[in-house]
């Protein structure tokens, strides 16, 4: 099962191969992308913590489930970081 810090590595890694001006990133994809999802033992809460953290002033969530923790959120983050 993914770990917060496999979360976090794989977001970094999105961060640095980033280029614009922003980035947005969708839970469903990055969870996607760590492995375990979709799966009866995802972490999908552990992913949405993680990118919740990692938010900075001007970033901004562009899409959440009711419960603010599902495959659906997308965060907008605002780059150089």
């Known amino acids: 099962m993914p770990t ?3 979360f ?3 977001l970094k890694e999105l961060f640095r191969n980033a280029g614009g001006q922003y980035i947005d990133i969708n839970s469903g994809e990055l969870h996607r992308k760590v ?3 979709p799966g009866h ?3 999908m809460p552990v992913c949405c913590e993680v990118m919740y953290k990692n ?3 001007k970033d901004a ?3 959440a489930p ?3 923790k599902g495959a659906s959120l997308t ?3 605002v780059l150089p970081r």
């Open 4 to 6: 917060a810090q496999d």
């Open 66 to 68: 009711l419960s603010g």
């Open 8 to 10: 976090q590595i794989a």
């Open 35 to 37: 492995g375990g999802y």
């Open 55 to 57: 938010m900075r002033g």
């Open 41 to 43: 033992n995802h972490r």
């Open 75 to 77: 965060v907008r983050y």
């Open 61 to 63: 969530v562009l899409e």
